[in-house]
């Protein structure tokens, strides 16, 4: 596992204007190009990534996947905000309230990845939740949520003529209803 990560540490200031941090909501697949944004506009993004791997016809290929999809993390200024938002990345600009708790949080997640250990985003799919199966031979199924087993496993109640069926299925295969 390893992160895209331009810099972590507090940068100090930039043209005498100190950087806080924001989250940038950024439209469909655009974390890695406005990371690249960032670094020809010089400014600090930090993009958390894990590796996934595929099977294609028999090749086996690894993406470094965003750990948190749709955002990207960034240090900027009064200007470099503007450069930023001005992308055609960035759907969306968030303020940290924050600035140091949101630092501390980041730091703990970019450790968690450089120590390799498998780390995921916790699916808000909960107990008693109606959801409806996006992949996989159930594709399509309406169903319950019955109970979680650790961050993947789903065991999923599918009713069928008045009678339950209770089902395991990967918490990704999922959304809610």
Not at 64 to 70: I, N, R
Not at 93 to 98: I, Q, R, T
Not at 121 to 131: A, F, Y
Not at 143 to 167: K, P, S
Request: aromatic fraction near 10%; proline fraction near 4%.
């Amino acid at each position: 596992m390893k992160e895209i990560t331009e810099v972590m540490e507090d940068s100090g200031e930039s043209q005498g204007e100190a950087l806080d941090w924001y989250v940038a909501h950024v439209r469909p697949r655009c974390e890695k190009k406005l990371v690249e944004h960032g670094k020809i506009y010089d400014f600090p993004t930090t993009l958390p990534t894990y590796s996934s791997t595929k099977k294609y016809r028999g090749k086996v290929v690894t993406f470094q996947k965003p750990l948190f999809p749709g955002y990207v993390f960034l240090q900027l200024n009064r200007k470099t905000r503007q450069v930023a938002v001005q992308s055609n990345y960035v759907a969306n600009m968030l303020e940290v309230h924050d600035q140091e708790e949101f630092k501390a949080q980041l730091a703990d997640i970019l450790f968690a990845l450089e120590q390799e250990v498998e780390i995921r985003v916790e699916p808000t799919i909960g107990v008693g939740n109606r959801v409806l199966v996006k992949s996989g031979p159930l594709q399509g199924q309406e169903g319950w949520v019955e109970e979680r087993f650790g961050m993947t496993t789903v065991l999923l109640r599918l009713d069928f003529i008045g009678q339950a069926a209770a089902v395991k299925v990967e918490a990704n295969t999922l959304e809610l209803i």
